[in-house]
């Protein structure tokens, strides 16, 4: 499979459906994950939802998605972004309220206002947490093209592995698997190099003599 080629075409396919719902999972989940934190109304407006949504099996939503999206590249889209949102946004919203409320107050005495309250204190406080929901995020997203290609798609890496399980070709099965899993490794190694650049931040403290 890796000496023909014919791995690059459905893993081109599965790897967009995961790049695009993990983007989008990314640029819906932070925000909503920081307003929450700061607004402790529409948090507990909206938490029961998100506890609901985050504890239901992503597969149970499969059927509908399938019959809004079809069973192209979108619902396998919409899929890995139903995964990995939660994790991102359970995350940011723990890291916002544990923010340093002290340093929150400085700032705000100095007359910033809410928005440079998240861009200078709450986001950067919030990294750690940021990248946990991250890295969990993106194990969910490989997982849901997983299920969604096994499930419900006409192509992509998880439908030729079902195809080759089905013919009991067990060495196009291990390959898929190296695949998908060599993708989780790259993403966060990606995801490690990313901490350790925005982390350069924090103060390094040493004992002095």
Do not use: C
Not at 42 to 65: C, E, H, I, K, S
Not at 134 to 155: C, M, N, P, T, Y
Request: hydrophobic share 60%; glycine share 10%; net charge positive.
């Amino acid at each position: 499979m890796f000496a023909s080629g014919s791995i690059w075409a459905p893993l081109g396919v599965s790897a967009t459906a995961f790049a695009i719902g993990l983007a989008i999972a990314i640029v819906v989940g932070l925000p909503l994950g920081v307003l929450l934190g700061r607004s402790p109304a529409l948090a507990a407006m909206l938490d029961p939802f998100v506890t609901a949504f985050n504890a239901t099996p992503r597969l149970v939503f499969l059927p509908l998605l399938m019959l809004w999206f079809g069973i192209g590249l979108w619902s396998k889209v919409a899929v890995v972004f139903l995964g990995a949102l939660f994790p991102l946004l359970i995350n940011t919203y723990e890291g916002v309220r544990n923010a340093d409320k002290l340093l929150i107050n400085v700032v705000r005495a100095f007359g910033a206002g809410e928005w440079d309250i998240a861009r200078l204190v709450v986001v950067p406080n919030s990294l750690p947490f940021i990248i946990v929901g991250l890295r969990l995020a993106i194990g969910r997203a490989v997982l849901g093209v997983v299920v969604s290609e096994f499930f419900g798609s006409q192509d992509g890496l998880g439908v030729v592995m079902v195809r080759a399980a089905s013919s009991f070709k067990v060495d196009i099965v291990f390959a898929g698997l190296i695949v998908f899993a060599g993708l989780s490794l790259v993403m966060t190694g990606l995801v490690k190099l990313l901490e350790n650049r925005l982390s350069q931040w924090r103060p390094q403290h040493g004992n002095t003599i």
